[in-house]
């Protein structure tokens, strides 16, 4: 039950607090240096994928939290931190080497600490919804 519970409320907050800084506070810095091209239109997201993405990060990381036995809300908040940037610097140091999505540099490491703060916060709720023993 933890780990349905950790899923489905991390993917939650994933999705919303994502939506507030990428989609609202950081869309423009974000765009200004990035290549668009490969971006869908607004109108045209699809969105299971986008669900399918949140729950599967979010499983990823209540996994990793039940794995280590993280007992309170700093353990989520550093091990989401930690993962959420190493799990970015993975991902955004094989677009940088590989593609031409990333303008310069400085957006990628905005994303890498953007990134640690989301999932440092989503691990601070996945331990909290878990409660007490």
């Keep these: 039950m933890k780990i349905l519970r950790g899923t489905i409320f991390g993917a939650i ?7 507030l800084i990428y989609g ?4 423009d810095f974000f765009s200004a240096d990035a290549n668009q091209c490969a971006n869908r239109p607004e109108g045209e997201m699809i969105w299971w994928a986008m669900i399918l993405s949140n729950l ?3 499983l990823l990381l209540t996994l990793i939290l039940y794995w280590k036995k993280a007992r309170g809300i700093v353990d989520g908040l ?3 931190a930690i993962f959420g940037a ?3 610097t993975t991902i955004d140091m094989s677009f940088w080497s590989m593609t031409t999505i990333y303008g310069s540099f400085t957006p990628v490491v905005a994303e890498i ?4 703060a989301i999932y440092g916060l989503m691990g601070l709720v996945i331990v909290l919804t878990w409660g007490k023993k």
Excluded: C, D, Q
């Design 113 to 116: 600490a953007v990134s640690a």
């Design 78 to 80: 550093i091990t989401g």
């Design 24 to 27: 609202i506070l950081l869309m």
């Design 56 to 58: 599967a990060g979010s």
């Design 13 to 19: 907050v994933y999705f919303f607090v994502g939506w």
């Design 86 to 88: 190493l799990f970015t």
